[in-house]
């Protein structure tokens, strides 16, 4: 391991563009959340939830993952729980972060939407001021639910939707192709939201084009799966599509066998605008520093791979042309002096 590298690459400044929010829900805090809030668990404790991280597929992940989020119910749950991510984010030296919440795995159990909304973006305001981060919400549809049920939360969210830049759309991918929500995505588009969607993770790399062609997504969540296409590659690198790949995610959840399996150095050497981030942090192995050092440990990156994913996560967010600007050149400040 090329120690200068993997410093470089933990210190460089860094956007995040793909973590679910209730995907960082650390086993010491759901217990805690748990507790407070009076929350039967299926698990003793910490040390036996955690041993239960062994998945073989999405579905299997998703299971527990909806399991460790029924602990939150007060607005203040939805702080604690963002408030440390973002100083986990802080730490590994993210500078601007795109958050996917899932409104549907909340107000099923009955908990107010003004809950969610208050207290994730109560903590996001705080980290503007406090830790320097700038960020965006972006509200995804849970895709193994129907498209009727996607109408229903887009409606109770309305009057919220200040507090979002856009939707996406998560949870089972396969059988659950882009084309279900063309409708409700063709109104959000409407409404002036920004568009992206999970597509090509465990999907074929038909539902990326479906995402692209039905949706109208302007990123592409995850896409790995986009190398079986040579054509669909084409396109993307043309239309300067991003994919916000997820490599520990992609590991745990048997995408790739291991590390060294990644297509990531492929993805970026076809030109693919591609960046690294967590996806689920606290069930997928680490947050984005131990991605980056997961990838530069195992895979054929070097420093201009290092730059161009930086640069990437950027030029790839929602900010205006002047914000992306003023974060490339501190990547590019950062280079000089590294
Ligand atoms: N929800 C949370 N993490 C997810 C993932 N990796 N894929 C689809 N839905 C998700
Ligand atoms: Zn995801």
Known sequence: MNASLIDLVKGM???????H???????????????????????????????????????????????????????????????????????????HVEMFFDP????????????????????????????????ALI????????????????????????????????????????EKFEHVFARCRELGLRLVAHAGEEGPPAYI??????????????GVRCLEDPALVQRLVRDKIPLTVCPLSNIKLCVFGQMSDHNLPALLNAG??????????AYFGGYMNDNFVACFSALPLGREHALQLARNSFEAAFLDAPQKQRYVDEVETYFKNH
């Open 13 to 19: 400044p860094k956007a995040e563009l793909h973590i």
């Open 21 to 95: 929010i209730e995907g960082s829900l650390e086993p010491e805090l759901i217990f805690k959340l748990a507790e407070r809030n009076q929350v039967k668990l299926a698990y003793p404790s910490v040390e036996a939830l955690r041993a239960a991280y062994a998945f073989t597929d999405l579905q299997s992940f998703l299971d527990i993952y909806y399991a460790g989020a029924s602990v939150l119910l007060q607005e203040q749950d939805f702080f604690d729980m963002t408030w440390a991510y973002l100083l986990r984010a802080k730490a590994d030296n993210v500078r």
């Open 104 to 135: 549907q795995t909340h107000t099923a159990r009955g908990v107010p939407l003004a809950a969610v909304f208050g207290g994730i973006d109560r903590a996001l305001q705080q980290a503007r001021t406090e830790l320097g981060i700038s960020s």
């Open 139 to 178: 509200m995804c549809f849970l895709r193994h639910l129907s498209e009727k049920e996607a109408f229903e939360v887009l409606e109770q969210a309305l009057p919220y939707c200040d507090k979002i830049i856009g939707v996406g759309l998560d949870s089972s991918e396969r059988g659950h192709p882009p």
């Open 209 to 222: 084009s479906a995402a692209l062609d039905l949706l109208h997504v302007e990123r592409i969540d995850h």
């Open 272 to 281: 693919l605008k591609a960046m690294i981030n967590s996806d689920d942090p």
